[in-house]
């Protein structure tokens, strides 16, 4: 984005006085840098480790080896996953991790010998794969059997910066990275993916530079079987993908990785029980929520509850954007706008409706406001080299950011939440936090050098700017796990690193309304899910802009299979609610919502499966057919789950598309039409439905019209009569009473379908209804 269209767009949203402020933030922020510069770069080649010494068994999985000034440590965590962090070099705080106790694992050691003293080295070989470390640093990841997975190069360092380089196979393929607009293939030659958090000011469409929530993680797929590779670093950085080649830097910190070797769903679920699961949310947030730049006041939001109500279509949240604060500033409501925001919440909340406010980490510098007399007070705030709390412009004015490297300050902070939620309000949207700042050059965002608390060990912005949001959410997660703890806490963020997805969900950010971005939603999306992210979706038909009805409706579509399901706007656009659009577009809108309610119980059992099991929600078509080189690259099409296989229309006057099946039988979720084989398809797409799928053996539980528990039985296709198994999870929705689950198991015999059901837990059980699809003549 130009610096004239950036001043444009500031002067819309921010108006003269404040755009030319942010030449004033601009200069301090540089004037800043300047009193601490960076650490003096060192401009030799980088070098490798040195030479080596012997491999010393630490303990049960452990081992350290020496190469000349640096060492090798080695830890087994399980069979599966191995961490290896690389010494000297300024170890990370475990923010990131979760599980710090790990049974020991058993590693069988062995000489390498080739012949050749400089090409020799170790093996380390568990039941599930084996490390091969050569005397040169080089280290190669193989499975039990032999096969290769990764080789990487001897690692490089210089003046505190690493580099490292892993050699990809021809036919490999990447994904993850957290949440870059490029495609679901990350490794594209000449593709640079910086790791530094940033608001990209404005809206962002395909291909745009780095945005709101970067992930040092990638999995790698080629013909040999599949890993995962997580860097525990949290110092800006950069991924460079060559023809055959993924190169890392960090500009700091310690070389410490983790490699995990699986099929995918190991991936994540080893991936998330080291850096955590998503706990189970409210069943609510499931549901469809409604949000815009601009609801001013208790009438705006009467009046958007209303016209959903009158138009029959579902709603679960309303999302209050800053226009409810006074001023701007954070924990407070603006007395005239929302003179009672407690009766507010109760009158939402008989409706079916909770309100969720917009929170961010500015605190506004004013002497009359009770929180940033108090930070000050307490010394809570980020700091100058000189000592000095720093001010950077945000929405308020002048604003104080919180240090939530601090204990201190996430309590802090965390007191605060109370104000809220003693008026009701039942989540929590945490904007603006990788942290931004309006500045009229150079980085959105706070200077380098500022000093940060470490759980008292002491650092930098450099390091603390992408733990930044993950730590806020943190504090918001513990308040409300404090202040309320008969409640399941619900927060929604637009930042965030390795870990989040314990604290928060999080959303795409101010993605522009255009087709080409709808497309590239999708592709973003699954790559968050596949970084561990599995709670994301995006702003339905754009943050900017109008979106035409056409474009509108199949945005809608789609997103009504995201694990997050919001439609958010601009400020100062035309009214987006379903009923603002034309007749037909209206109604097949709102038989989407309702599709989407009708499928929460199976969204809810998703939902307690990644908090068990550590599984995605969204997934690649490729998920439970890694072998299958033709699904790598399809990124039009997802699954949600095990049963449904969601094929989007995103072109413009599309009313057909092609669609490649994956095997296993698949019926048509309108039609029931079966298409037993896989394959490439030509699926017709009527402007109100979304080419809709559903696994043959699946059991699909659904609400029906009058509130009823149904499964619906896919059969098995003809000659399968393998039992296929469905849990089924229930509970009150919300807080941490007694809950049920279900295991239906469905097995095809003939022309009959066999179910059986067995039930554990104390929550009551439900009666249920069989629907059968497949042959006329099946019976159950």
């Keep these: 984005m130009?610096?004239?269209?950036?001043?444009?767009?500031?002067?819309?949203?921010?108006?003269?006085?404040?755009?030319?402020?942010?030449?004033r933030y601009a200069l301090l922020r540089d004037a800043v840098e300047r009193r601490e510069p960076p650490p003096r770069e060192d401009f030799q080649p980088p070098q490798p480790p040195g030479k080596t010494g012997e491999i010393r068994p630490q303990g049960e999985g452990r081992f350290t080896i020496p190469f000349g000034a640096y060492t090798l440590e080695i830890v087994f965590l399980a069979p599966e996953m191995v961490r290896l962090t690389?010494?000297?070099?300024?170890?990370?705080?475990?923010?990131?991790?979760?599980?710090?106790?790990?049974?020991?694992?058993?590693?069988?050691?062995?000489?390498?010998?080739?012949?050749?003293?400089?090409?020799?080295?170790?093996?380390?070989?568990?039941?599930?794969?084996?490390?091969?470390?050569?005397?040169?640093?080089?280290?190669?990841?193989?499975?039990?059997?032999?096969?290769?997975?990764?080789?990487?190069?001897?690692?490089?360092?210089?003046?505190?910066?690493?580099?490292?380089?892993?050699?990809?196979?021809?036919?490999?393929?990447?994904?993850?990275?957290?949440?870059?607009?490029?495609?679901?293939?990350?490794?594209?030659?000449?593709?640079?993916?910086?790791?530094?958090?940033?608001?990209?000011?404005?809206?962002?469409?395909?291909?745009?530079?780095?945005?709101?929530?970067?992930?040092?993680?990638?999995a790698g797929m080629h013909a040999q079987g599949s890993y995962l590779v997580f860097y525990e670093n949290a110092?800006?950085?950069?991924?460079?993908?060559?023809?055959?080649?993924?190169?890392?830097?960090?500009?700091?910190?310690?070389?410490?990785?983790?490699?995990?070797?699986?099929?995918?769903?190991?991936?994540?679920?080893?991936?998330?029980?080291?850096?955590?699961?998503?706990?189970?949310?409210?069943?609510?947030?499931?549901?469809?929520?409604?949000?815009?730049?601009?609801?001013a006041n208790e009438t705006d939001i009467r009046e958007v509850a209303a016209g959903f109500a009158k138009h029959d279509i579902p709603l679960s949240a309303i999302h209050l954007d800053i226009d409810y604060m006074d001023g701007y500033r954070v924990f407070t409501v603006h007395p005239q706008r929302f003179p009672d925001l407690p009766a507010l919440t109760e009158e939402m909340r008989e409706q079916g409706i909770r309100l969720v406010t917009i929170l961010d980490p500015g605190v506004k510098d004013d002497p009359q406001y009770t929180v940033a007399r108090s930070g000050l007070a307490e010394g809570v705030f980020c700091r100058q080299p000189d000592g000095r709390p720093h001010r950077a412009l945000v929405w308020p004015g002048w604003c104080y950011f919180p240090d939530f490297t601090a204990p201190k300050t996430r309590a802090w902070w965390g007191s605060f939440y109370?104000?809220?939620?003693?008026?009701?309000?039942s989540g929590f949207w945490h904007d603006m936090n990788e942290p931004a700042a309006f500045a009229a050059w150079g980085e959105p965002t706070l200077p380098r050098s500022?000093?940060?608390?470490?759980?008292?060990?002491?650092?930098?912005?450099?390091?603390?700017?992408?733990?930044?949001?993950?730590?806020?959410?943190?504090?918001?997660?513990?308040?409300?796990?404090?202040?309320?703890?008969?409640?399941?806490?619900?927060?929604?963020?637009?930042?965030?690193?390795?870990?989040?997805?314990?604290?928060?969900?999080?959303?795409?950010?101010?993605?522009?309304?255009?087709?080409?971005?709808?497309?590239?939603?999708?592709?973003?999306?699954?790559?968050?899910?596949?970084?561990?992210?599995?709670?994301?979706?995006?702003?339905?038909?754009?943050?900017?802009?109008?979106?035409?009805?056409?474009?509108?409706?199949?945005?809608?579509?789609?997103?009504?299979?995201?694990?997050?399901?919001?439609?958010?706007?601009?400020?100062?656009?035309?009214?987006?609610?379903p009923w603002r659009f034309d007749r037909r577009t209206r109604e097949a809108v709102r038989e989407v919502i309702r599709l989407r309610y009708r499928l929460l119980p199976y969204w809810y059992t998703l939902a307690w499966q990644a908090a068990e099991e550590g599984l995605p929600l969204l997934r690649p078509l490729f998920w439970d057919w890694p072998e299958n080189p033709d699904l790598w690259e399809v990124e039009d099409a997802f699954l949600v789950g095990d049963s449904l296989l969601v094929a989007p229309i995103l072109e413009k006057g599309g009313r057909a598309r092609s669609l490649l099946l994956p095997p296993g039988g698949w019926y048509d979720f309108w039609e029931d039409t079966v298409y037993p084989l896989p394959g490439p398809e030509e699926i017709a797409a009527p402007l109100e439905r979304i080419p809709l799928f559903v696994r043959a053996g699946s059991l699909l539980p659904m609400r029906a019209a009058d509130g009823s528990l149904e499964l619906h039985l896919y059969a098995p296709l003809p000659g399968d009569e393998t039992p296929h198994a469905f849990r089924l999870y229930t509970d009150a929705g919300d807080g941490y009473g007694p809950s049920r689950v279900d295991t239906f198991t469905l097995q095809r015999r003939g022309d009959r379908l066999h179910v059986t059901r067995e039930g554990s837990g104390e929550y009551p059980e439900e009666e249920v209804v069989f629907r059968v699809h497949g042959e006329g003549r099946l019976q159950v």
């Design 418 to 425: 109370p104000r809220l939620l003693d008026q009701g309000i």
């Design 2 to 23: 130009s610096t004239l269209t950036k001043f444009v767009n500031a002067v819309r949203f921010m108006g003269l006085r404040s755009t030319i402020r942010t030449v």
């Design 450 to 577: 500022l000093h940060h608390d470490f759980e008292g060990r002491g650092g930098t912005h450099r390091e603390a700017h992408n733990l930044y949001a993950l730590l806020m959410n943190r504090a918001g997660f513990e308040a409300q796990r404090l202040y309320r703890p008969e409640r399941r806490p619900w927060q929604l963020t637009r930042s965030g690193w390795a870990g989040v997805q314990r604290y928060a969900w999080h959303w795409t950010g101010d993605v522009e309304s255009s087709w080409p971005a709808l497309r590239r939603t999708v592709a973003i999306l699954l790559n968050l899910s596949l970084s561990g992210i599995f709670y994301s979706g995006s702003d339905i038909g754009g943050f900017s802009g109008h979106p035409s009805p056409e474009l509108y409706l199949r945005w809608f579509q789609m997103a009504a299979f995201t694990p997050f399901f919001r439609l958010h706007s601009a400020t100062g656009l035309p009214l987006r609610e």
């Design 235 to 295: 110092f800006e950085g950069e991924v460079i993908f060559g023809a055959e080649t993924a190169e890392v830097t960090f500009e700091g910190g310690a070389l410490r990785y983790y490699l995990i070797a699986g099929e995918p769903r190991r991936l994540l679920a080893h991936y998330t029980e080291l850096t955590g699961r998503p706990p189970l949310p409210p069943r609510w947030a499931l549901g469809y929520h409604q949000s815009r730049w601009g609801y």
């Design 86 to 218: 690389w010494r000297p070099g300024l170890l990370p705080l475990p923010y990131a991790i979760a599980q710090n106790a790990w049974a020991p694992v058993q590693v069988a050691m062995s000489t390498e010998n080739t012949g050749n003293a400089d090409a020799g080295g170790w093996s380390l070989r568990s039941t599930a794969l084996e490390l091969r470390i050569g005397h040169d640093g080089a280290i190669r990841l193989h499975t039990p059997q032999g096969a290769l997975l990764r080789r990487e190069e001897p690692p490089r360092f210089a003046g505190g910066r690493i580099r490292h380089t892993a050699r990809l196979r021809p036919e490999e393929r990447i994904y993850g990275l957290g949440e870059s607009p490029a495609p679901l293939v990350r490794n594209a030659p000449g593709r640079r993916y910086r790791l530094w958090n940033l608001d990209p000011g404005g809206s962002y469409g395909p291909d745009s530079p780095e945005i709101y929530l970067n992930l040092p993680l990638y």
